[in-house]
């Protein structure tokens, strides 16, 4: 898997679409990581955090996009506010809990992410949800 992700600070949807073409480059504070789902990711993550089921999150739309198709192309979609607000509440220790319940469900996929991958991704997350939070704005992914 070859997938490159940037999570993103952006004030609103419109200012998030402009990065489709390019990624979000230096104009928005980002987080880059690597060869992992990213739409699957935040929807386990509301999951494990927040509850509910994955069927019922995707049925409802998440993660919803904001720029592209996803049909081999870039697409940018938005954090929920509900996964959101969970990883900026979230403590240290259930960061740590979330990252090792991630690393176990996508090592049952076959899916191998180190469970001190998975803490530095889940934990710099929060960090940047926390940062997007105090600039009254939301966090998204540019995926390409």
């Not at 949807?13 to 990624?23: I, K, R």
């Not at 938005?78 to 996964?83: C, D, E, K, T």
Request: net charge negative; with cysteine.
């Amino acid at each position: 898997m070859s997938i490159i992700a940037k999570f993103f600070v952006a004030p609103d949807d419109t200012s998030a679409s402009l990065a489709l073409q390019t990624g979000p480059g230096r104009v928005f504070e980002s987080l880059s990581f690597g060869n992992f789902d990213p739409e699957e990711a935040v929807i386990e993550w509301e999951c494990l955090l927040a509850g509910g089921s994955f069927e019922e999150l995707v049925d409802a739309g998440e993660p919803r996009i904001v720029a592209g198709q996803g049909n081999d192309g870039c697409v940018v979609f938005a954090i929920s506010p509900r996964l959101s607000t969970a990883l900026a509440d979230a403590g240290p220790s259930r960061l740590r809990d979330l990252a090792a319940s991630w690393a176990q469900l996508r090592a049952e996929d076959g899916e191998v992410i180190g469970t001190e991958i998975a803490e530095a991704i889940v934990g710099d997350l929060a960090g940047l949800v926390t940062s997007a939070r105090h600039q009254d704005q939301g966090v998204y992914c540019w995926v390409a």
